[in-house]
């Protein structure tokens, strides 16, 4: 019996693991009634195992119909977007880095709910991006990876606009190509991943097909980042990304796949987070202000010259 109830314990734990790389988690509790349930069972090993596998196959099915019937339209996720963007009077870039971008260069709507809004930023940067959100009063400790990290590497924030959760990971240049940083908010991990590529293969530039100018993560490393999750909506979205032009399958299977570490955040630096210093945001003066220094200065140059004229007469 203790080898069977070992079989079954490992046989769950392998189920969860399969559903937590396809993005799905099961609560710890859950996760111990549901072995509990089957240990100790006089039943044999391949009838528990059907039955186990019948449970997580009916509940993947009410998990992805459930889905369907949360989360933010579209429409109210750009809403989000663009505020973010007005927001940000910095001349530090933030980009947009999810399921969204696709749809943003097609000018078309997404005809589904988003569970978040993803965002990227240079980790130099990522103090001011903090400051830009705690100026608006939408910073909160508890949803900074900060408040967990035991060693300080930071793997970035999340924070709440409008009832919508904005997901900012960071990026930095190193030696052999990118280093991308996110933090799991609910289940509090930090990703690093290691992609070989250089800086200009991971942000591009493009233009919608409404003529409207977009840096975003580009689209080769936003297919890897849709097949690595393997989610039904992660396929639609590859084909989206299809239609944005200048990726084929061919080049699909040539983009390499990044190696990716993840790491349970277990440090309490609440109080460091809660009270970190406030630094001052570098805002540039609008074109229109500059113009109306010019012009003030000249009328004044006029106006010394012809005093000076009018003196010498």
């Known amino acids: 019996m203790e080898e069977k109830n070992r079989l079954i314990i490992s046989y769950i734990d392998n189920k969860i693991n399969e559903l937590s790389s396809l993005g799905m988690f099961v609560p710890k509790d859950n996760a111990e009634k549901l072995k509990m349930a089957f240990l100790n069972r006089n039943e044999d090993i391949n009838i528990i195992k059907t039955r186990i596998d019948t449970i997580f196959n009916n509940s993947v099915s009410a998990y992805k119909e459930n889905l369907e019937k949360i989360g933010t339209p579209?429409?109210?996720?750009?809403?989000?977007?663009?505020?973010?963007?007005?927001?940000?009077?910095?001349?530090?870039?933030?980009?947009?880095?999810?399921?969204?971008?696709?749809?943003?260069?097609?000018?078309?709507?997404?005809?589904?709910?988003?569970?978040?809004?993803?965002?990227?930023?240079?980790?130099?940067?990522?103090?001011?991006?903090?400051?830009?959100?705690?100026?608006?009063?939408?910073?909160?400790?508890?949803?900074?990876?900060?408040?967990?990290?035991?060693?300080?590497?930071?793997?970035?924030?999340?924070?709440?606009?409008?009832?919508?959760?904005?997901?900012?990971?960071?990026?930095?240049?190193?030696?052999?190509?990118?280093?991308?940083?996110?933090?799991?908010?609910?289940?509090?991990?930090g990703r690093i991943k290691n992609i070989s590529v250089?800086?200009?293969?991971?942000?591009?530039?493009?233009?919608?097909?409404?003529?409207?100018?977009?840096?975003?993560?580009?689209?080769?490393?936003?297919?890897?980042?849709?097949?690595?999750?393997?989610?039904?909506?992660?396929?639609?979205?590859?084909?989206?990304?299809?239609?944005?032009?200048?990726?084929?399958?061919?080049?699909?299977k040539s983009i390499p796949i990044p190696l990716i570490k993840e790491f349970k955040l277990v440090g309490d630096n609440l109080e460091y987070t809660s009270t970190m210093p406030r630094i001052k945001l570098d805002i540039p003066k609008k074109n229109s202000e500059r113009g109306f220094i010019n012009i003030a200065t000249i009328l004044l140059l006029i106006a010394i010259v012809t005093c000076f004229i009018l003196g010498a007469r």
């Open 74 to 189: 579209y429409n109210e996720i750009l809403k989000v977007y663009e505020k973010i963007v007005s927001m940000n009077k910095t001349k530090t870039p933030i980009y947009l880095a999810g399921g969204i971008i696709p749809y943003i260069l097609l000018n078309e709507d997404s005809e589904r709910k988003h569970s978040n809004l993803d965002l990227l930023c240079k980790k130099e940067d990522a103090k001011i991006v903090r400051e830009i959100f705690r100026n608006k009063d939408l910073y909160e400790p508890k949803r900074d990876s900060l408040t967990y990290t035991v060693d300080g590497t930071d793997y970035g924030f999340q924070v709440v606009i409008d009832n919508v959760k904005v997901d900012i990971s960071l990026y930095e240049e190193v030696e052999g190509g990118i280093t991308e940083y996110s933090f799991d908010c609910q289940n509090r991990i």
């Open 198 to 252: 250089k800086l200009n293969e991971y942000i591009k530039p493009y233009v919608s097909s409404d003529n409207k100018k977009y840096t975003c993560l580009s689209l080769e490393q936003l297919i890897v980042k849709k097949l690595v999750m393997g989610r039904d909506k992660d396929k639609k979205d590859i084909e989206k990304i299809k239609e944005c032009g200048g990726i084929s399958d061919e080049k699909i």
